[in-house]
């Protein structure tokens, strides 16, 4: 801990900030011309510009309701318009003048006026200030600021003016001190001794009108040096009783926190009875707070050397000024309301006591890596509340599908509610836009009912200038702008690497470190979570300064450090999914092979993404080069096992569907842009991705031939040229009406049939396969051999294509001569010369297997009306709706169980089945239906 400056001066005041406005005359009229003079702040160092903006505001007598000024206010808070700059007076000083308030604030029933000063963009502003309108208003001229800090025994000099002759009295802790009648100005020396609190009151003899100014001058804080408690973790720990908090914040190189918020009564009031003590071993500030009411809401901010307020930098929630009231009560009721006028920034929300949510499945199994079919989804865009209700209510939809993990996009509290989520702010807090806790619990629960894991999609590259660790180390003074300072032991200063967005974590820091670690162990423990993709992993070192290639190059540094976060992971969960988004080249492509195979022989091995979004377009499209699919072979990438988990489409790519009917290839009898046409392509191409063994992803309607533009605003207009991403991010229509179509029903029917094979059949998890699929004609083949196959079970697979825009002949080269079975009708086709070529139109594919499979009938072309539970069953389960007929299948297709006259009060008994996956089909009222059952013991 640095030490605390010495007062050498009869009076040295800290005061929480420098920056001062004043208005000359200091008393004035609605009429009076005035001049608002800005001093006390190195705008340049602090805020990074030179130049400043006025926002001001005015209040009408007897209320409180703020009206801004049309002249500052035109552009909204973060445009200012040039009319708002204030003139440069060269010696430190910034100064704008008023002619006529009247006009400048549309208005003559003026009462006070409010300013603050502000960088153009509002990233960085000063307090607010208030000032009198009228010949006789109190002008406090000193202290000027609302807390003042003084050493014990040191004088204060308190001095106001009226304008007007007036008398004046000062109470100190609610006592009268000091009376002074008959001056326009008042001057008063008081010595501190202790906390205090001060209202100056200023009386018009002639008018007996009352005004009055309040501040409160605290001692010169020292922290009361000791150890942190044991066990406590940074952030925020809650007693078992439910009746304490202790806090602990890491903060080294800063003098003193402060804790103020709505506890014990103090309602934000700054105090030293709320000061942190100071562990000096580990460079902690902590408190403990005792008496608190289980079940009530706990708020609270830090006050870092009486500069700086943040929020826990470990908070599970926060409440924000800005934000919080566009926030649905049906999406989260209940938030509390923002104390604008006592605070600003960031607030931690704590309930102490709050009930805990009951988990319904406690032992849920997560699929096979190599099973992943994941489905990646962006809670904004998923439908129409944006919330995890809606996805609670569409998984019905993804089970059938076939879908296995749900991978969620950021979730952490981000800048704003309407974002993708990697412009994080709180890593360890849920972004309230998307709901409650319980609500995210209850989704995973019921996720999990469903065989189902999630896996969350989390950014530790970066954190904006909003992030607490950020703030409390930046060269803007806390602002949400500048720069990371040298003292930062979080952020570097300037990025250390090519992936610079926002602000650039350090990730050679062991406190950064931590803060991963704890930050990604909590989501872990507290919502049960199966697993993380990581973004952005390239930007995880420190070894790529002034040289972008290297990125693309071995670092031992990345390496070791996502290792370490990786280790941190499955010391809370050893079955936990590890995802990186590193897209490796080169030497970082032996990163990604070295992660795969991290811990591989005990089970584990971290997964990478596999973009293969140019080459399966090409094909989709028509276009017979770079259309090259075999990346999608774990084998022929030279990975061990089947860690990449493969995609044609990500959030970050073009709709492969865009592209069809915008660029697709045609002649005069066959158009790759006609609808139809394109989304029977996309059913050929889920036919050699599905197929190839190791895990896959959809990105959310890719299933259903989702065609909307990556690159369109949230108007439906699309920027010109083409690839202009000012609105990549903007929010995008959903999906559903989707169904409605019987062409996107056939698509999503057939990816479902495919993942229901690739999940089913072992052919499909072998290492024995071979790509052949970057012809120049546009004929693809896949073939793949279980060699460990036996009787009746599937021994050899050969998938055809077209991907042409001609028919064409291709030599399927079958395995064996005999019979073979469409895995997609279970039609068969007798083959007597395995080189007889087959003739494939163009867009034709088929899947034949040596043996039927017992899938190949089963029809889920809608999202299943049906559910079972509970799913996973034990000894037995229930349907949602009474059915005339429910038969129960293993994955050989061999009937197990059969029922009629099911209503939805029976119990199916499953106490003699063995632990595995079943399907189950059912009819009712001449519908049919089709989910999955899993059976644990």
């Not at 546009?778 to 051999?785: D, H, R, S, V």
């Amino acid at each position: 801990m640095k030490s605390i400056f010495t007062f050498l001066a009869v009076l040295m005041v800290m005061t929480l900030s420098a920056q001062n406005i004043t208005i000359t005359p200091a008393s004035f009229n609605q009429t009076d011309e005035i001049t608002i003079t800005l001093s006390g702040i190195d705008v340049q160092q602090q805020w990074g510009t030179s130049d400043v903006y006025l926002w001001a505001w005015f209040y009408e007598p007897n209320s409180d309701a703020a009206t801004n000024s049309p002249v500052t206010g035109s552009g909204g808070f973060g445009n200012s318009p040039a009319e708002a700059q204030f003139t440069n007076n060269g010696d430190g000083t910034y100064s704008y003048v008023i002619s006529d308030p009247t006009q400048f604030y549309n208005s003559t029933n003026i009462d006070r006026i409010g300013v603050l000063a502000k960088s153009q963009n509002g990233a960085s502003q000063t307090g607010d200030f208030i000032f009198n309108v009228g010949v006789f208003g109190l002008n406090l001229n000193n202290p000027t600021e609302a807390v003042s800090f003084i050493d014990a025994g040191n004088t204060l000099s308190i001095q106001a003016e009226t304008g007007v002759t007036a008398n004046y009295e000062l109470f100190v802790n609610g006592t009268s001190t000091d009376t002074q009648n008959g001056l326009s100005t008042y001057t008063y020396d008081v010595v501190i001794s202790e906390d205090s609190n001060f209202e100056l009151v200023a009386t018009n003899p002639d008018t007996n009108e009352t005004l009055s100014e309040t501040f409160q001058v605290l001692l010169t804080p020292n922290p009361t040096l000791a150890a942190v408690p044991a066990g406590m973790k940074d952030g925020i720990n809650i007693s078992e009783d439910n009746t304490s908090v202790t806090l602990v914040l890491y903060a080294p190189n800063k003098d003193y926190v402060h804790l103020i918020g709505n506890f014990n009564g103090t309602d934000w009031a700054l105090s030293n009875d709320y000061l942190l003590n100071f562990d000096e071993a580990q460079d902690k500030h902590w408190i403990t707070l005792n008496n608190q009411t289980p079940g009530e809401n706990l708020l609270f901010q830090y006050l870092i050397d009486t500069e700086i307020t943040i929020a826990d930098p470990y908070s599970t929630l926060v409440l924000t000024p800005n934000n919080d009231v566009f926030i649905p009560e049906s999406t989260f009721p209940n938030i509390p309301d923002y104390p604008s006028e006592k605070t600003q920034d960031a607030i931690s929300w704590v309930i102490p006591g709050a009930p805990e949510y009951t988990w319904q499945i406690d032992n849920f199994e997560k699929p096979a890596k190599e099973d992943l079919v994941v489905y990646e989804l962006l809670v904004r865009d998923f439908d129409d509340n944006k919330n995890f209700q809606d996805v609670i209510d569409r998984l019905d939809y993804l089970e059938t599908l076939g879908i296995n993990a749900i991978e969620l996009m950021p979730v952490s509290e981000f800048d704003g509610n309407i974002s993708w989520g990697y412009n994080p702010q709180f890593h360890m807090a849920l972004d309230k836009a998307y709901g409650t806790p319980d609500k995210f619990k209850e989704l995973v629960d019921e996720a999990h009912a469903r065989g189902m894991a999630i896996i969350l999609d989390v950014v530790y590259n970066q954190a904006t200038g909003q992030n607490p660790l950020y703030r409390m180390y930046n060269n803007c003074n806390g602002c949400y702008g500048g720069q990371a300072t040298a003292e930062s032991p979080y952020f570097n200063q300037v990025a250390q690497h090519s992936y610079n967005v926002f602000n650039d974590f350090d990730h050679s820091s062991n406190a950064t470190r931590q803060y991963v670690m704890q930050t990604a162990q909590y989501w872990i423990e507290e919502y049960k979570i199966d697993g993380m993709r990581w973004d952005l992993t390239k930007g995880f070192t420190q070894n790529c300064e002034g040289d972008e290639g290297c990125t693309n190059s071995y670092n031992q540094d990345r390496v070791d450090v996502l290792k370490l976060y990786a280790d941190a992971q499955w010391d809370v969960d050893e079955d936990f999914l590890i995802i990186f988004e590193h897209l490796g080249n080169g030497g970082s492509r032996q990163e990604e092979i070295e992660w795969g195979n991290y811990r591989l022989d005990e089970g584990k091995g971290i997964m990478t993404w596999n973009k293969l979004t140019n080459p399966y377009n090409q094909s989709t499209m028509g276009y017979n080069t770079e259309n090259n699919i075999s990346g999608v072979s774990y084998i022929n990438n030279n990975f061990t096992a089947p860690t990449q988990v493969s995609y044609m489409e990500s959030h970050d790519e073009e709709r492969l569907n865009y592209k069809n009917l915008a660029f697709g290839n045609s002649n005069a009898s066959y158009d790759a842009t006609d609808l139809p046409t394109a989304l029977d392509r996309l059913e050929a191409a889920g036919a050699f991705f599905f197929t190839v063994p190791g895990p896959k992803m959809i990105w959310q309607f890719g299933e259903l031939g989702y065609e909307t533009s990556i690159f369109t605003c949230s108007n439906g207009t699309l920027p010109t040229p083409y690839g202009n991403d000012q609105c990549k991010l903007d929010e995008k229509p959903d999906g559903w009406d989707f169904l409605n179509d019987q062409n996107r029903v056939d698509l999503y029917n057939t990816w479902s049939q495919l993942i229901a094979l690739k999940l089913a059949e072992p052919i499909f998890k072998t290492t024995t396969f071979t790509l052949d699929v970057g012809n120049a004609n546009g004929l693809k083949k896949i073939q793949l051999e279980d060699t460990n196959a036996t009787g009746n079970s599937i021994r050899y697979v050969t998938v055809l294509g077209n991907f042409g825009i001609t028919t064409q002949s291709i030599n399927p080269t079958f395995q064996e001569t005999g019979t073979w079975y469409n895995m997609l009708t279970n039609e068969t086709i007798e083959v007597t010369n395995t080189a007889n070529e087959i003739s494939l139109e163009p867009g034709q594919f088929y899947v034949y297997a040596n043996e039927a499979n017992s899938l190949s009938t089963q029809d889920v072309s809608q999202p299943s009306l049906l559910s079972v539970y509970p799913n996973p069953a034990t000894q037995g389960f229930s349907v949602t709706q009474a059915l005339d007929t429910l038969e129960v299948y293993d994955m050989n297709g061999r009937l197990i169980l059969k029922q009629s006259n099911i209503s939805t009060q029976d119990t199916i008994q499953t106490g003699n089945l063995s632990e595995g996956l079943y399907i189950v089909k059912a009819t009712a009222k001449g519908n049919s239906f089709v989910t999955k059952l899993q059976i644990k013991k």
